[in-house]
């Protein structure tokens, strides 16, 4: 009995960055809603005018999660890196998400890593 053999050699970085990206994604999805609910009930509804303000993790969240998705797909989807992405996890620390703004840093840097650089070159040549 043989194992089967993966089809595309993903860097371990590159797994890391689609895991770490989904689970910054999940927790931007519940520190946004967190957050809006809080003001709205703490304020006894007047807080509905900052909604706007407060919702914006979550769609942050929701972005991070399609595109992690997208990373995690087998087969490989074709995917350029998101640095807009990683800049905007980073400022995920202005709403108290100290993760996410850790994820955000660790993509940026897993974007210039060599081997994770030749992979998105290789799905997106298409010769995988």
Do not use: H, W
Not at 38 to 62: D, E, K, N, Q, S
Not at 67 to 91: D, F, T, W
């Amino acid at each position: 009995m043989t194992i089967p053999q993966p089809t595309s050699d993903k860097p371990g970085m590159f797994t890391g960055l689609a895991i770490a990206t989904l689970i910054s994604g999940i927790l931007n999805i519940l520190l946004g809603l967190g957050l809006t609910v809080a003001i709205v009930l703490g304020t006894i509804g007047i807080g509905i005018i900052c909604a706007p303000l407060t919702i914006l993790p979550t769609i942050l969240g929701i972005f991070e999660i399609i595109y992690a998705m997208k990373l995690l797909a087998n087969p490989p989807q074709p995917v350029q890196p998101s640095q807009a992405i990683a800049i905007m996890e980073i400022c995920c620390v202005l709403f108290g998400g100290a993760i996410q703004a850790g994820v955000g840093i660790f993509a940026l840097v897993a974007f210039n890593d060599p081997s994770v650089k030749a992979y998105f070159a290789r799905i997106n040549s298409g010769s995988m």
